[in-house]
């Protein structure tokens, strides 16, 4: 009853602050106006600012027009993933394969372990068409192969940068430097999300390692912290400090709260500050986030097809959990899920990443859970207003790298930002498609190039915004996520 | 339902709904525009998106005033004629009614309002007098207003204050209850709540004189040690301290004596001039102190990144950019990094002011490079540090000698260019011989390979027939042409050896005595600058120019008729695991000057100084402590130019550029010659004639203090940043800092915390709240939130669990589990088990690493560090309740606040719980209070697996009172 009547006084302020702030918007005349207006202008207020309820800054909020996107489902190879093994099929280039490469591929270009004249490689799996769509895809991902049609491959990724880090940073913030908000964080921002009891931005991490920069990919920027990624876990806490400490029991957490409240609301009573009374709301949630944080993490609870066909064990820390949970949680309203998996840095230097090594079982691990989430998300309906999104950080060369200018034992290739494949499937984008080409051997776009920026742009666009309205003022400039340069939306793609 | 302050989720839009609430109560005064405060807010709204900074649409660009008045646009119309409306084609344009002429421009409506034109109109009429922005013309010292309040005035600052609530028809609140008051302070200006005794003893105190009871507690707060780990806490926000180096691996980083520097500067009251003079520039002073070089650490918190594969140069770049931008935020309170790729689109910054404020950046000797250096080393005995400054200067100065004698001799040998000679590789590196200024140069073809040895062989007709003293080695940019502005990977001579060969293939080694290499001080060992375990002679990472070395035989050679001198250069390092730093191109040249063939030897001056320079170097190295990275000037003559970045991208440079300072602002400021340093730039901040420094540094003491700034946005006193509500005490207090107090920080943290303002009570009535809910008019005492360090801290004090030790390496406090997954897997959390003090240090001593930031602090706002963080948003989220009631080290204080009700405090367990509420929140409880304590306690007394107790302080430490001050 007492958090009734504290929700009710929060409501109540709340909408005495939007009342004062339409009468100031509305006083169109004098010196006030022309002050509000100077100060828009300056300030970016003049772009989309999202108008979140004064007391909850995760608020579902419209955004510029209606988007076809409502969640996002982002999955992250850790590593870049080699687009030549997988999805850009170049017969051209097994032809070339163990020549010396041309000149003209070297020149005024640089890697970061090629050196010398390395030797042309081959794609080192057999390629298929599937789908009405025909798609080539790889012997390597045979259960995805069975969605050809649902997904829209994009060929001609370009990015800016060559080192992980880097382009990672780039990937996810607009960014090669640490800092900048990331996609979820802007998504949240301008979208809030649909479920009050859970975070609107989950961050869930596979494959044994954390990427190199870390919480810089789920980083809030220079946004208010409350919309960077929250880490989710499978083992222990799911969110950290989640669990009450030992000794004390659900029922004792409540009567403490209970006196806790009291206690603050009479705080409230002598100092008259309304931030108490958001504090008593932020200790309810807190509570009620503790009971349904556990509930949306728990797979246990899932049908033993749904176990087998992602291929998830419960407590495991795995990819395919983390493709079970992902869907669990698109379907508790989180707005922003995203997923990274380590292990996928092709370069031959190891047995644990090499092409005709830990590759294969990187895709193994990824094939069966994403052809399941795919399905699963369908049959569910949610696919409509989901979209999936898979990419690496960059593509890999055509070129076999050859470490130190010497043959290596194993086979890999090295970064190369020029040409990378990603693809995405559901609300937004047209299924069973393929835009742009790399040339002959996969190395450079040669028709319809995508850069990074024109990716954000086109994202944006799916989730209802325009990039070049959507900017949050830092450093005296309307950040955006596509940056300062030109973006373009890829409107080929759109559904 | 998750909420945050208003001012941190829309801080634009609301802030700017506060600020009108506010302006509106000015009114203009008739008659009189203000260019700045009438006129530039409508040309920032209105007009500049075309005609600004980034766009000047048909040249008008409304930043500058010679853009403006009196000048004629490409139509040829003069925009504004001053005091002639008919010929202003600006007030013809926005008054027309024809579409394809009106401003702004029918798709960009709406129009202007009749009162924006009536003072567009009035200003041209008045003479259209352009006056500046407030912040780039230097404070003048204003008049102390009055009013009905002054006889509640502690000092100035309230007669500033109650003269605008005067004018508001408000009333200051009454005083603070005492013991929230010294709790206030206490926290206020040291970060820790006050103990109970001295809560006790300040109440008895403040009954019998309140005034001298708030002194002397306000002066012994500043005297704490605490206060300096307070205000670092603030400092180490701005300049991005973190102890490790960002991007790449994100490699944990020695730097932590800079952090204890800054703590000490404040606990010393260090003046703000040389505050800023020690941290921009101490290596420049003339007799700088160990202290003065570990302050220029502050600009090497700049991130660097050591994954295998990167360009150096780009990341150097990226540091210097950085430094240049935190300079302008720390110092200015200006965006300048909006002018690193076009002019500043509000400001009366140009684009090659960024550049030419860079060239004093430009030339330090850091370069991205894995080991940090330069570094310093920093005694761990503070009585060394003397020692230390005077060994460094002393070795710089024998290593100074050496090398200039050894450069003159270069200087005034005759040489001989070797003119036929052949050069190559054992490992794939490929090198061709072409003739070049009567010298034969070798360059390398193609890719070169990791691990070159680069092989010269030079026929004895390249040598004269007396015997050869001296050998002179040229190491080039592959192309030199271009390397000056695109700098190439340079090399790194890893070893030398050289042989005479006879015509049967017979090899002689050479020994070489002594070398004379083109850097004084980089490496630091003369004698071994070939050797393959020194350090090495290199341009590294990168090359511009030309670099020489000679090298200096033990006995003059004889290089008969059929024989030929062989040199080898071997160069093993790689840059970032990949790129090798070889040598790939050069030329060779001899000599048979005598001078050489004495040079160094046994009885000369320079074996002398060697011997000293040997025997001093070895007693600094021995001295125990840790090395930092710090500040140092590249020598001239290997000086790098700086070009303007086009669109503020690093490859692709325009013209060069000297340093400098922005021209807007030298109309105020003493015009620099081209050649000034970093060092004049330095003092330039804390010069009589900067208008920002001081300005900017007491507003960011009074937004700590009453939690908004005078300048409500920290990071932009430009013109499109919020205006002060206060301008007069801003200037005043400005004047005070910078004049009457000698730019003591204490002296003015002291002045603003006796201020009767500091001491209203917070209770604010429910018209105060919706009249002025940021507090920016000041009719009440502040009530802020503890900020991320504060919170913890506190809780520690409280829980008698805090350990005071000042400074030192980072400490690892307990971590929940699973977050440290570092990429770099020998960067250990070694967790302080809970016997170790070290577990329960203030905050600002836990490591901190930037790509896994210390979740408590995260959770709560703390920044991570990358780039300088000018003004912290709050949020108010579940998130941070979790940790308050979950966390291990808030649990951990959970139950010592338990056992201090049990066994410190006395009496029944309602003394306890009293005695308890009292510790955390300084104030008495009341009965209610108390009764609901005590209900808690009693209706879980029962319980077999919960500690009552703990229950019960859980609730004290979560309590909306403690958690805000």
């Known amino acids: 009853m007492l958090t009734s009547t504290i929700l009710n006084e929060v409501q109540r302020l709340r909408l005495a602050r939007d009342t004062r702030r339409q009468f100031l918007t509305q006083c169109g005349t004098g010196l006030g106006s022309i002050y509000l207006a100077g100060q828009a202008a300056a300030s970016g207020a003049a772009d989309h600012f999202p108008q979140h309820d004064s007391s909850n800054p ?53 890697f970061a372990f090629i050196q010398g004249t390395p030797d042309m490689l081959g794609p080192q799996y057999p390629f298929k068409q599937h789908g009405d769509s025909g798609a080539w895809i790889s012997d390597r991902l045979p259960h995805l192969a069975q969605h050809a049609d649902k997904l829209c491959f994009i060929k001609t990724m370009q990015t800016d940068q060559f080192n992980h880090g880097p382009a990672q940073l780039m990937v996810h913030t607009g960014n090669a430097r640490l800092g900048y908000p990331s996609i979820g964080s802007w998504v949240t921002w301008g979208l809030g999300s649909e479920n009050a009891d859970l975070p609107g931005y989950v961050v869930l991490l596979s494959g044994g390692r954390q990427p190199r920069v870390g919480k810089a990919l789920w980083s809030s920027g220079f946004h208010p912290s409350v919309y960077q990624g929250v880490q989710c876990r499978s083992q222990g806490d799911p969110v950290l400090n989640v669990s009450n400490p ?22 409230h009573q002598d100092f008259g500050d309304p931030e108490t009374l958001t504090r008593i709301a932020q200790y309810e949630m807190a509570f009620r986030m503790q009971m349904a944080v556990p509930e949306a993490m728990d797979i246990k609870g899932e049908e033993k097809h749904v176990h087998e066909a992602y291929g998830a064990k419960p407590g495991k820390e795995s990819f395919a959990n983390n493709c079970l949970l992902a869907r669990r949680l698109v379907e508790r ?119 990074l920026r024109d990716f954000h742009a086109t994202l944006l666009h799916m989730l209802g915004f325009d990039h070049q309205r959507f900017s949050y003022p830092f450093q005296g400039l309307n950040q955006r996520l596509t940056g300062v340069k030109e973006a373009h939306v890829i409107e080929d793609i759109l559904s | 339902m998750i909420s945050m302050k208003a001012t941190a989720v829309n801080h634009h839009l609301l802030g700017t709904m506060l600020s009108l609430a506010i302006a509106c109560a000015t009114p203009a005064r008739a008659g009189d525009v203000d260019f700045a405060r009438d006129i530039q807010p409508i040309l920032n709204a209105k007009c500049v998106k075309c005609h600004g900074g980034v766009k000047a649409a048909g040249g008008v660009s409304f930043v500058y005033e010679d853009r403006v008045v009196n000048f004629a646009a490409d139509s040829g119309e003069l925009v504004v004629s001053p005091r002639n409306l008919d010929s202003s084609e600006m007030f013809r344009r926005i008054t027309s009614d024809d579409e394809g002429e009106m401003m ?60 605008r609530l005067a ?366 375990n020194g350090e090495h002679w290199a341009a590294n990472s990168r090359i511009h120019y030309a670099r020489q070395i000679v090298l200096v035989p033990s006995a003059p050679l004889n290089i008969g008729d059929q024989q030929q001198l062989e040199i080898h250069v071997q160069c093993n390092n790689v840059s970032g695991g990949s790129h090798p730093l070889v040598i790939k191109r050069g030329h060779v040249a001899s000599t048979s000057d005598p001078r050489w063939a004495t040079f160094a030897d046994q009885d000369s001056d320079v074996h002398k100084w060697n011997a000293q320079l040997f025997e001093e170097a070895k007693r600094l190295n021995d001295v125990p402590g840790t090395s930092i990275p710090i500040m140092q000037q590249r020598a001239d003559m290997i000086a790098r130019p700086t070009h303007v970045f086009v669109r503020g991208n690093f490859m692709s440079k325009g013209d060069r550029v000297e340093s400098g300072l922005p021209a807007s602002l030298l109309k105020v400021a003493p015009a620099s010659s081209d050649s000034a340093t970093r060092l004049d730039m330095a003092q330039w901040w804390v010069s009589e004639q900067n208008p920002l420094t001081a300005r900017v540094f007491v507003n960011r003491v009074w937004e700590q203090m009453f939690g908004i700034g005078i300048v409500p946005t920290l990071e932009d006193f430009g013109s499109s940043g919020d205006k002060p509500t206060h301008p007069e005490l801003l200037d005043h207090l400005a004047i005070r800092f910078q004049r009457d107090h000698r730019w003591s920080v204490k002296q003015i943290v002291r002045e603003i915390a006796l201020s009767y303002a500091y001491r209203q009570s917070a209770k604010a009535t429910p018209e105060l709240t919706s009249r002025d809910p940021d507090n920016r008019l000041i009719a009440r005492g502040p009530r802020l939130r503890l900020t991320a360090e504060f919170v913890r801290d506190q809780s520690l004090a409280v829980s008698g669990l805090l350990t005071t030790k000042i400074g030192g390496p980072p ?82 204080c959970a139950e010592a606040l338990a056992k201090r009700m049990q066994h410190e405090f006395e009496g029944s367990v309602r003394d306890r719980l009293a005695a308890a509420y009292r510790a955390v929140t300084a104030r008495q409880a009341d009965a209610n209070r108390l009764d609901q304590l005590l209900q808690l306690h009693t209706s879980l007394a029962d319980s077999a697996q919960t500690n009552p107790w703990i229950v019960v302080a859980q609730v004290l430490l979560n309590l909306d009172e403690v958690l805000t001050y």
């Open chain 1, 58 to 110: 995760l608020s579902a909020t419209a955004p510029h027009f209606p988007g076809k996107v409502k969640r996002v489902i982002f999955l992250h190879m850790i590593g870049a993933p080699s687009q030549l093994e997988l999805f850009d099929y170049k017969p051209e280039l097994q032809k070339l394969d163990g020549k010396p490469c041309p000149q003209e591929f070297l020149e005024g270009k640089t």
């Open chain 1, 246 to 267: 030992v000794g004390i029991s659900r029922d004792t957490r409540r009567t403490a709260l209970d006196t806790l409240s009291v206690l603050n609301q009479q705080t």
């Open chain 1, 333 to 451: 309203g989180v707005r922003y899920v995203q997923l990274f998996d380590w292990g996928w840095d092709s370069h031959g230097a190891g047995k644990a990443e090499a092409l005709n090594g830990g590759f294969k079982d990187k895709c193994q691990q990824v094939d069966r859970p994403i052809a399941a989430l795919l399905a699963d998300l369908q049959q569910r309906g949610l696919l409509q207003d989901t979209l999936v999104v898979w990419s690496g950080e960059f593509g890999r060369t055509p070129m076999r790298e050859n470490r130190g200018g010497r043959k290596m034992t194993l086979i890999g290739r090295d970064h190369n930002p020029g040409a990378f494949t990603s693809w995405m499937a559901g609300a937004g984008v047209k299924p069973g498609m393929t835009y742009g080409e790399t040339d002959d051997v996969g190395y450079s776009a040669a028709v319809n190039p995508v850069h």
């Open chain 2, 104 to 163: 702004p421009p029918p798709e960009a409506h709406p129009a202007l309002t009749e009162s924006q034109l009536s003072l567009i109109r009035r200003w041209i009429e008045q003479g259209a007098i352009w006056s500046g922005h407030w912040a780039f013309t230097p404070p003048t010292k204003p008049v102390v207003p009055t009013s009905q309040h002054d006889h509640l005035a502690v000092n100035e600052i309230d007669r500033f204050l109650f003269h």
């Open chain 2, 167 to 532: 004018a508001e028809g408000l009333n200051p609140s009454g005083v603070e209850e005492p013991g929230r008051l010294l709790r206030r302070l206490s926290l206020g200006l040291t970060g820790l709540p006050p103990a109970l005794n001295e809560v006790d003893s300040f109440e008895a105190a403040y009954a019998i004189n309140a005034n001298s009871a708030v002194e002397v507690a306000v002066d012994d707060l500043l005297s704490r040690p605490a206060f300096g780990e307070r205000w670092a806490t603030m400092w180490l926000d701005l300049v991005r301290y973190a102890d490790s180096g960002g991007l790449g691996i994100d490699q944990r980083r020695t730097i932590w004596a800079y952090r204890d520097w800054v703590i000490q500067a404040f606990n010393d009251d260090l003046p703000f001039d040389d505050f800023t003079i020690s941290q921009l520039a101490g290596d420049l002073l003339p007799k700088p102190t160990t202290q003065d070089l570990i302050a220029t650490a502050c600009n090497r918190n700049t991130q660097t990144n050591n994954e295998g594969g990167t360009d150096d140069e780009e990341f150097r770049m990226e540091a210097i950019v950085d430094r240049v931008n935190t300079t302008w935020q720390t110092w200015g309170g200006v965006t300048f990094g909006c002018v690193q790729c076009h002019d500043h689109p509000y400001d009366p910054f140009r684009h090659a002011e960024y550049y030419k404020f860079m060239a004093f950046m430009n030339n330090t000797a850091d370069s991205d490079l894995n080991d940090d250096a330069p570094r310093l080393k920093v005694p761990n005995d503070l009585a060394k540090f003397a020692e230390v400054a005077a060994l460094r200067e002393s070795t710089l100065r024998l290593k100074t000698q050496i090398w200039t004698t050894g450069m003159e001799l270069r200087d005034k040998t005759l040489w001989t260019a070797a003119t036929s000679l052949t050069a190559g590789a054992q490992n794939g590196t490929k090198y061709a011989v072409e003739q070049h200024d009567g010298h034969a140069e070798f360059f390398a073809t193609g890719t070169v390979s990791t691990k070159t040895e680069t092989e010269i062989q030079m026929p004895a007709e390249n040598f004269s027939d007396q015997p050869v003293t001296a050998v002179r080695l040229t190491v080039l940019p592959l192309n030199p042409a271009t390397a000056e502005q695109n700098s190439e990977w340079g090399f790194v001579v890893t070893d030398l050896k050289a042989w005479i060969v006879a015509a049967d293939g017979q090899k002689t080694a050479v020994d070489f005595r002594w070398s004379v290499p083109d850097v004084p001080w980089l490496p630091t060992d003369p004698w071994r600058q070939i050797e393959a």
């Open chain 2, 811 to 892: 400490v690892f406090p307990p971590l929940p589990g699973g977050v440290w997954q570092p990429f770099d897997g020998g960067d250990k959390w070694k967790t302080a088990e809970p016997d170790d003090p070290d577990r329960y240090r203030r905050s600002i001593y836990t490591y901190m690493k930037r790509s896994i930031p210390f979740p408590t602090f995260a959770t709560f706002d703390a920044p991570s560090r990358e780039f300088c963080t000018p003004r912290r948003l709050t949020s108010n989220t579940p998130l941070q309740a979790l940790v308050m009631l979950n966390d291990t080290a808030f649990v951990e």
